[in-house]
């Protein structure tokens, strides 16, 4: 099993989540964040006066898959989120070595 968690803009959401449940993708988590990379953030003038927006608003996905899966969701996760210009953001792919559904008890694949 591996955990992906993907940081994209969050005009993109709709557009990716649209994209993972064309693919089979049934469940994840999203959560509103703030962060930035290579951009350095921006400038912007508010009432006459300039100042640095070094934090820009991004959407973190998480999503549980199994190892077969890893490739085809990073790709249309990838396609759905470009846009070809600056801060499109990051996927990271992590190994999860368990998971426990509350609820029952379950373990392993058959908690997901």
């Not at 469940?27 to 006066?49: A, C, D, L, N, P």
């Not at 820009?56 to 996905?61: I, T």
């Not at 509350?102 to 694949?109: F, N, P």
């Amino acid at each position: 099993m591996k955990l992906i968690i993907a940081i994209i803009k969050p005009f993109k959401l709709e557009e990716v989540k649209a994209a993972l449940a064309e693919i089979g993708v049934e469940g994840m988590t999203v959560t509103e964040v703030k962060g930035f990379g290579r951009q350095k953030g921006h400038t912007e003038i508010y009432r006459g006066s300039e100042y640095t927006v070094d934090f820009l608003p991004k959407m973190k996905m998480e999503i549980v898959a199994e190892d077969e899966l890893v490739a085809k969701i990073t790709d249309t996760i990838s396609k759905a989120a470009k846009t070809g210009k600056i801060g499109d953001g990051k996927i990271f792919v992590m190994s999860v070595t368990d998971i426990v559904r509350i609820r029952t008890g379950e373990h392993g694949d058959a908690a997901v």
